[in-house]
Each structure stands twice: as structure tokens, then as C-alpha cells.
């Protein structure tokens, strides 16, 4: 989340993820003898704590082995959406939506350890995962990479550097036009970055406006990625809108 890089194998996360998947969730929780705190019961969807798919499940095992926590089941579907395993992480977070629908349980209080317990507020990964947004205020960049966009659209919720508001993607053939809406603070930036999942874009020209005021600055294209340089830090205020129109001179953008 903090964009440091791998600094475990790859590929040992990625089977990691795809087994704690495979081994602790169950569209449908099977009955349960040990029940030291009910936070899902049988038939519910859930993401088991422990799970022996070899067998050898000891007597007196982990002390929380067959709970759910809505706080790790959103950390993991993060984990998931990171490794790209989008599908999976969405069916955890609408079997947490399942459980918690206001039909038994309040959709405003996850409960774990107590009411209201704050390890739920781990669903935030889902979001940046979903929506591949960082940002770093020390070189006052932001970028965008959704996850999940099965068209041409996309629009989400961000928050970081003192601001929050709406991030909103429209893509064309040749043309990905992004806005940055600020609803709350200030939000400076040096830099800005789209990610595409697609194949190398080739080159691309691109211009940028706040508020229909033209701002100076380049782009440029690197791997996957669509970038925005400011010519100097600008700020966008509370209201106030940041439009940039990428446009491919070489390859699709789509």
C-alpha cells in the first residue's frame, strides 16, 4: 500500500494469497463446534481465521481459529485486489455485505472484539487496491490505477495531502480523459500518473486545465503508465476541478 516494493518473494505472496483464499473461505460457513465469539454463523459466507486442509488440527489449537473478522477478510480481499486476483477479493468484501445487510446484523457496526471495533476500518485497502491510488506528499504525486473497470468509465473516492474528493476516468480509442475533483482541502500537486493495464502505449501528448484554465506542464508515457508534470506545484482547491486529456500519438490507448 505504501509502494515499497516486494520485500517478500513474489511469488511465494501470491500462492500465499490464492491458498488462504482456496482453504479459509466459505461461501457457506459449515457447522462450527468450537464457537468462542459468533461474529458469523453457519450458512453465512466468511473467511475463517485458521483452516487444517491437510488435517493434523490439534486438540487445543490458535485460540481464535474458527472466528471471522470482517478486519482481516478486508485485509486479505486488499491483499487479493494487490496480486490481482480482483474476483476473489470482491466475492470476501459481498459476503461481509451479506452478513452485515441490516437484516440481522447493524451495516454500521462490524463487530469483532467489541462494537464498532476499528480493525473493520481495514476495508480502506479494498479501496486503494481497487482503485490503485497512492499518494506521497513529499514529491506531491498522485496515481490511479483501477483494478476493476470492466468499461470505459470509472470514478471513485480519494482521500490524501490535507484534501479528499472524486477521481473520475473516461477512456476512448485514442483519448483517456481524467479528472480530479477536490470536494475538501488542498491538494497540491508536481505530479500526476494514470496506470493502464493494456500494452505499451507508445507516445502521447497530453493537456491540462483547472477549472477550463489551461495549466502548463508535459507528458509522457512509461510502461503502462500515462504521466502529468506540472511546470511548477500547483494547487487545487476546495471546488475546483482538474481535467487532463491524454491523447495517443502512437499506439491505442485502449
Known amino acids: 500500500m505504501l509502494d515499497l516494493g516486494d520485500i517478500l518473494p513474489p511469488d511465494h505472496v501470491h500462492q500465499s494469497a490464492k491458498s488462504i483464499m482456496k482453504n479459509n473461505f466459505h461461501p457457506s460457513l459449515p457447522p462450527i463446534a468450537y464457537k468462542r465469539r459468533e461474529f458469523a454463523v453457519d450458512a453465512e ?14 486438540k487445543e489449537a490458535v485460540r481464535y481459529r474458527d472466528e471471522v473478522w470482517t478486519g482481516v477478510e478486508y485485509e486479505v480481499a486488499g491483499l487479493l485486489a494487490y496480486e490481482g486476483l480482483v474476483e476473489d477479493a470482491l466475492r470476501i468484501v459481498r459476503g461481509v455485505e451479506r452478513r452485515y445487510d441490516g437484516r440481522v446484523r447493524n451495516p454500521y457496526n462490524e463487530i469483532e472484539c467489541g462494537d464498532h ?23 506531491q504525486s498522485i496515481r490511479f490505477g ?37 470536494k475538501y482541502g488542498n491538494l497540491t500537486l508536481r505530479e500526476f500518473t494514470v496506470q493502464s493495464d ?38 487545487i482547491k476546495a471546488g475546483s476541478e482538474l481535467k487532463i486529456r491524454f491523447t495517443s500519438t502512437g499506439k491505442n490507448l485502449g
Not at 47 to 58: F, N, Q, T, V, Y
Not at 134 to 139: E, G, M, Q
Request: net charge positive; aromatic share 12%; charged share 15%.
Open 146 to 182: 483501477p483494478r476493476h473497470w470492466s468499461g470505459d468509465q470509472f470514478r471513485s473516492f480519494f482521500t490524501g495531502g490535507g484534501a479528499w474528493g472524486q477521481y473520475q476516468q473516461d477512456k476512448a480509442r485514442n483519448v483517456q480523459e481524467c479528472r480530479v475533483l477536490v
Open 117 to 139: 471495533y476499528v480493525r473493520a476500518m481495514s476495508s480502506w485497502s479494498v479501496l486503494e487496491a481497487l482503485s490503485g491510488f497512492l499518494y506521497d506528499h513529499r514529491s
Open 198 to 235: 493494456t500494452a505499451k502505449i507508445g507516445q502521447v501528448a497530453a493537456d491540462a486545465a483547472i477549472n477550463g484554465k489551461t495549466i502548463a506542464g508535459s507528458a509522457s508515457a512509461s510502461e503502462n503508465s500515462l504521466i502529468w508534470q506540472f511546470r511548477s506545484p500547483t494547487s
Open 45 to 58: 459466507p466468511g473467511l475463517l481465521m485458521c483452516s487444517w486442509p491437510r488435517g493434523g488440527r490439534p
